[in-house]
């Protein structure tokens, strides 16, 4: 195994061949169009409104040919073949080129590291070898039948729902690692976190219920449930006497796969006593939890407990079980730490406790360990700490302040100013990190002596631009009074080597076949057709690509 290195962000875009930007403009010039074929169908009082909850699938039928459109299609499809390149002499745009020639020409695979920006080259066998060796932990063989069934009775299911032509089959994408470079047994013994991409549409639909069964919960229940770090930064402002106070801070080992059918089904009962929960949300939700895992040629269910129970890390409403579940534990906490001084982002538990002494601290330790294993679940906690790092934060009781936090060797890196995105995202890049590194400081004061590492990866990124702190009006925004409209946005891909202005002769077009005395210009116009540029193939995606 060896290093792959690299000294910028993954998420940097090198310049595509004329070819695959050609493809990438027709496959968003399509989709474009099919939208407008929609809309002239529905205007024209053609098309039946929506009579059912399609939970966001979008039909996959393609509407018919519409003559109203034809000079238009016409004109867009001449755009596109006529679309003229240039040359771009650019040294990091050329650096990138490099480095995409060399991990082409690899006949190793470029392995992620699960905590850092770290990429390793590891050869197919050896690849293979730690792969097998993550999924036979926990998995099992299964036979064929398994996955034949499971699409039956999701069909059986979103038949009924009156979706069926909306969804797909279970896509068999093989199983992939990403390395833990942070354990101490690195590199003597290579440990790795096994991630399952294979998943069931259904799982959006169970996104949705659970999403609903959520936000009742929280609302009902009070808990501190954190969904980003502006919350836990809320919630440390509220808390009164800090001197007094001492962190508690827990993690639960393997979230994810920890979670039981009993614990599930607890959870589910607990949210019935606030909402309902019909029986067709419930199977909805367990036909989500049937996961397969594939690999090469091989397909693979769960050694131990309900092959059928699953919640695998990536699927679609794993973050929403999880949330359920931590709902449900949080409320169980209550009778050891108050509700209001103790909160989940995810597996990552955060508390207070007021005034106690270090036996009672450990006494209150001991008792959230045994709650959690009554449950199914191990957890790794820390207590009677003052300052703790959480998230993208350091909260410290002592002076009443939060400021940013990064882990060790794992500075900031940003996209290149030379990078092949969007002007506009290039240049709101300063301003967006200038108000998100204010937004997680306590003060002007915490922010001048957190900005030095950030202007510094802005500066090797290009950018001459520096830092400035603003801070947070939130209270001083006012409500938007704009009517909201139902607007067709067209994203054709940005390329620094196209000479062709996209946009200019889209809006072109636009007013040309859409004029005032076209009955369509109600429906087809500047505030109703608009356009936002999309991004080609990262360097992440690249070499995604090249494993596979």
Same mark, same amino acid.
């Given at each position: 195994?060896?290093?792959?290195?690299?000294?910028?962000?993954?998420?940097?875009?090198?310049?595509?061949?004329?070819?695959?930007?050609?493809?990438?403009?027709?496959?968003?010039?399509?989709?474009?169009? $099919?939208?407008?074929?929609?809309?002239?169908?529905?205007?024209?009082?053609?098309?039946?409104?929506?009579?059912?909850?399609?939970?966001?699938?979008?039909?996959?039928?393609?509407?018919?040919?519409? $003559?109203?459109?034809?000079?238009?299609?016409?004109?867009?499809?001449?755009?596109?073949?006529?679309?003229?390149?240039?040359?771009?002499? #650019?040294?990091?745009?050329?650096?990138?080129?490099?480095?995409?020639?060399?991990?082409?020409?690899? $006949?190793?695979?470029?392995?992620?590291?699960?905590?850092?920006?770290?990429?390793?080259?590891?050869?197919?066998?050896?690849?293979?070898?730690?792969?097998?060796?993550?999924?036979?932990?926990?998995?099992?063989?299964?036979?064929?039948?398994?996955?034949?069934?499971?699409?039956?009775?999701?069909?059986?299911?979103?038949?009924?729902?009156?979706?069926?032509?909306?969804?797909?089959?279970?896509?068999?994408?093989?199983?992939?690692?990403?390395?833990?470079?942070?354990?101490? !047994?690195?590199?003597?013994?290579?440990?790795?976190?096994?991630?399952?991409?294979?998943?069931?549409?259904?799982?959006?639909?169970?996104? %949705?219920?659970?999403?609903?069964?959520?936000?009742?919960?929280?609302?009902?229940?009070?808990?501190?449930?954190?969904?980003?770090?502006?919350? *836990?930064?809320?919630?440390?402002?509220?808390?009164?006497?800090?001197? +007094?106070?001492?962190?508690?801070?827990?993690?639960?080992?393997?979230?994810?796969?920890?979670? #039981?059918?009993?614990?599930?089904?607890?959870?589910?009962?607990?949210?019935?006593?606030? !909402?309902? *929960?019909?029986?067709?949300?419930?199977?909805?939700?367990?036909?989500?939890?049937?996961?397969?895992?594939? &690999?090469? !040629?091989?397909?693979?269910?769960?050694? +131990?407990?309900?092959?059928?129970?699953?919640?695998?890390?990536?699927?679609?409403?794993?973050?929403?079980?999880?949330?359920?579940?931590?709902?449900?534990?949080?409320?169980?906490?209550?009778?050891?730490?108050?509700?209001?001084?103790?909160?989940?982002?995810?597996?990552?538990?955060?508390?207070?406790?007021?005034?106690?002494?270090?036996?009672?601290?450990?006494?209150?330790?001991?008792?959230?360990?045994?709650?959690?294993?009554?449950?199914?679940? +191990?957890?790794?906690?820390?207590?009677?700490?003052?300052?703790?790092?959480?998230?993208?934060?350091?909260?410290?009781?002592?002076?009443?302040?939060?400021?940013?936090?990064?882990?060790?060797?794992?500075?900031?890196?940003?996209?290149?100013?030379? #990078?092949?995105?969007?002007?506009?995202?290039?240049?709101?890049?300063?301003?967006?990190?200038?108000?998100?590194?204010?937004?997680?400081?306590?003060?002007?004061?915490?922010?001048?002596?957190?900005?030095?590492? &950030?202007? !510094?990866?802005?500066?090797? %990124?290009?950018?001459?631009?520096?830092? +400035?702190?603003?801070? %947070?009006?939130?209270?001083?925004?006012?409500? %938007?009074?704009?009517?909201?409209?139902?607007?067709?946005?067209?994203?054709?891909?940005?390329?620094?080597?196209?000479?062709?202005?996209?946009?200019?002769?889209?809006?072109?077009?636009?007013?040309?076949?859409?004029?005032?005395?076209?009955?369509?210009?109600?429906?087809?116009?500047?505030?109703?057709?608009?356009?936002? &540029? #999309?991004?080609?193939?990262?360097?992440?995606?690249?070499?995604?690509?090249?494993?596979?």
């Amino acid at each position: 195994m060896e290093t792959f290195d690299i000294d910028y962000s993954m998420k940097n875009i090198p310049l595509p061949s004329k070819e695959e930007y050609i493809i990438q403009l027709i496959s968003k010039t399509e989709h474009l169009i $099919k939208r407008m074929r929609w809309k002239v169908l529905e205007f024209m009082g053609k098309l039946e409104g929506p009579t059912k909850n399609t939970y966001g699938f979008k039909s996959r039928k393609c509407p018919p040919t519409i $003559k109203e459109l034809a000079k238009f299609e016409s004109d867009m499809m001449y755009m596109i073949k006529n679309v003229e390149f240039r040359k771009i002499d #650019s040294e990091f745009l050329n650096k990138i080129k490099n480095d995409i020639e060399e991990i082409k020409s690899d $006949k190793r695979l470029f392995v992620s590291a699960d905590k850092s920006r770290n990429i390793y080259k590891i050869a197919k066998e050896d690849y293979n070898k730690l792969i097998k060796e993550n999924i036979t932990k926990t998995y099992k063989k299964s036979h064929q039948n398994k996955l034949n069934n499971i699409n039956k009775d999701t069909k059986k299911l979103v038949t009924k729902l009156e979706i069926a032509d909306r969804i797909e089959k279970m896509q068999e994408n093989n199983a992939y690692i990403t390395i833990k470079d942070h354990k101490e !047994t690195f590199p003597n013994k290579i440990p790795c976190r096994l991630i399952n991409p294979a998943k069931s549409d259904i799982g959006k639909i169970s996104k %949705s219920i659970l999403d609903r069964i959520n936000r009742i919960l929280l609302t009902e229940t009070n808990v501190n449930q954190w969904k980003n770090t502006d919350s *836990v930064i809320k919630w440390f402002q509220e808390i009164s006497e800090k001197k +007094s106070c001492s962190f508690i801070v827990f993690d639960i080992e393997s979230f994810y796969p920890s979670i #039981s059918e009993t614990l599930f089904n607890n959870a589910i009962n607990f949210a019935k006593m606030y !909402t309902q *929960v019909t029986a067709e949300d419930l199977q909805i939700i367990l036909q989500a939890r049937k996961t397969l895992l594939f &690999y090469e !040629t091989n397909t693979w269910v769960k050694k +131990s407990g309900n092959e059928d129970f699953d919640v695998p890390m990536g699927c679609f409403d794993g973050a929403e079980i999880c949330e359920l579940v931590g709902i449900f534990l949080l409320t169980k906490l209550k009778d050891i730490v108050n509700i209001d001084d103790i909160g989940l982002y995810r597996d990552d538990g955060l508390g207070v406790l007021k005034n106690l002494s270090g036996p009672m601290i450990d006494r209150k330790r001991k008792d959230i360990i045994k709650l959690f294993k009554e449950h199914g679940l +191990s957890i790794t906690i820390e207590t009677n700490i003052k300052i703790v790092n959480y998230l993208d934060i350091q909260m410290n009781l002592n002076d009443n302040t939060y400021k940013p936090f990064r882990k060790a060797n794992n500075p900031p890196l940003y996209i290149h100013k030379e #990078s092949n995105h969007p002007s506009s995202i290039i240049k709101k890049l300063p301003e967006s990190i200038s108000k998100r590194v204010s937004e997680i400081s306590s003060n002007e004061a915490v922010f001048n002596n957190a900005k030095n590492i &950030y202007n !510094t990866a802005l500066k090797s %990124s290009g950018f001459n631009e520096t830092l +400035s702190y603003t801070p %947070s009006t939130e209270n001083n925004r006012e409500k %938007s009074h704009n009517r909201k409209r139902k607007i067709i946005w067209y994203n054709p891909p940005f390329s620094k080597n196209v000479k062709t202005n996209i946009g200019k002769m889209f809006f072109k077009l636009i007013k040309k076949h859409f004029p005032k005395e076209n009955p369509l210009s109600k429906i087809f116009n500047k505030n109703t057709l608009k356009l936002s &540029y #999309s991004c080609m193939k990262n360097m992440s995606s690249i070499i995604s690509s090249h494993n596979k």
